[in-house]
């Protein structure tokens, strides 16, 4: 049976949006962003679907151990590098990618025996100031590499745009010309692109470009949708109303009676909360989809519970299917009502959630679903 909150992902839509990526930049290679257990959507199976990406990118070494495990075998990248000799260790035995961004690093590299060959990725910091060398140290930093036989040549080179998601700031021309300054000459493949390089700026289109939050099919515009890029959303959130009650003029809804009735009104109890990931934050009036009908949330989200207004849907009754985001409810507007940025709502959806693959069957034209248990690490 399935549990009323559940998320009903449409895996084929995953390699519709890598289409719409490798159409955008033709000539790069796509390296395939998954980090953070695949944006919430299960890390497994989001590398499993995306089976024509030509590489990964993950944060952190445990997640590339886990893809190889699982029998991944694409290039995968580990954007957050190392900071031991033993991670290294483990790169080179599971054929890992670190990116390269800081002097200990290095180091670290410079006293390892040439066992094996390392592929690296050697990170400019081009304005972000967050991870890489800055461009002053960036050119000493590949000399050095360069000179190390563990390291495999040549070295691809990267950097990371901080306010691609702003179409009218100049930051972003100022990081692609900078980069494109302190690398010229050097040996080595480039990549810049993100999700917001390759859909707005065609200049940050390298050798590799690597999507992230437009694979699962949203914007990283604000004020705009997938779905205004040829982006088709992935994730679904879902439940049922859970009951249905009459309140009369004065009644107090929920913890803090913060929303007040100012009438006779019906109102709906949808079975999902912030312990199923959906954002305490967001404010009266955030919209849901009752059998395909919008109505407003009022009062305060609760761990298991929300309440909305069903003026406009009389009919409803319990056990109705409730969207809280997917299809014709964006998640870029939920988010906005939330005050955050859609990749929190994405990431924030918790274990006890039920996972529903449903693709497109192209043999006989219908949808089939398979249901995945809650745990989504292992799926």
């Known amino acids: 049976m399935t549990p009323a909150a559940h998320a009903v992902l449409d895996v084929s839509a995953l390699n519709m949006n890598l289409e719409v990526a490798r159409s955008l930049a033709p000539r790069a290679k796509v390296m395939a962003v998954i980090k953070a257990n695949g944006y919430g959507h299960g890390l497994l199976r989001i590398a499993k679907s995306l089976c024509h990406a030509d590489a990964f990118a993950v944060a952190r070494v445990d997640e590339g151990i886990l893809l190889r495990e699982a029998g991944i075998r694409q290039r995968i990248s580990i954007l957050e590098g190392f900071t031991r000799y033993e991670e290294l260790e483990l790169l080179r035995r599971y054929q890992l990618e670190p990116v390269v961004h800081a002097e200990p690093q290095i180091q ?169 990931g959906y954002p305490r934050s967001v404010v009266t009036g955030t919209p849901v989809l009752i059998n395909n009908i919008q109505v407003p949330i009022v009062g305060r989200v609760s761990m298991d519970m929300v309440t909305v207004d069903l003026s406009d849907c009389p009919d409803a009754k319990i056990g109705d299917p409730v969207v809280l985001w997917g299809g014709k409810l964006p998640v870029e507007t939920v988010s906005s009502f939330a005050k955050t940025v859609p990749y929190t709502l994405l990431c924030g959806v918790t274990q006890r959630v039920r996972i529903i693959e449903e693709q497109q069957n192209s043999l006989v034209g219908r949808r089939s679903a398979n249901v995945m248990a809650g745990e989504q690490w292992v799926k």
Request: include cysteine; charge should be neutral; charged fraction near 15%.
């Open 108 to 276: 670290i590299i410079e006293s390892a025996s040439a066992k094996d060959t390392l592929r690296i990725w050697l990170k400019l910091d081009s304005g972000m100031h967050r991870l890489g060398f800055y461009p002053q140290e960036y050119l000493s930093a590949y000399r050095r590499l360069n000179q190390c036989a563990i390291v495999h040549k040549p070295i691809a080179l990267m950097t990371h745009l901080a306010n691609a998601d702003q179409l009218n700031d100049s930051t972003t021309e100022m990081q692609i010309e900078q980069f494109h300054q302190v690398t010229a000459g050097l040996q080595g493949q480039r990549s810049i692109a993100n999700s917001a390089g390759i859909l707005a700026w065609s200049n940050s289109h390298c050798d590799w470009v690597r999507p992230g939050l437009m694979l699962y099919g949203v914007s990283p515009f604000s004020g705009s949708s997938g779905i205004d890029h040829a982006l088709k959303p992935v994730m679904t959130l879902q439940s049922r109303l859970l009951a249905v009650k009459q309140l009369q003029p004065g009644d107090a809804v929920g913890y803090g009676g913060e929303w007040t009735s100012s009438r006779t009104m019906s109102m709906g109890i949808v079975a999902i909360g912030y312990g199923d």
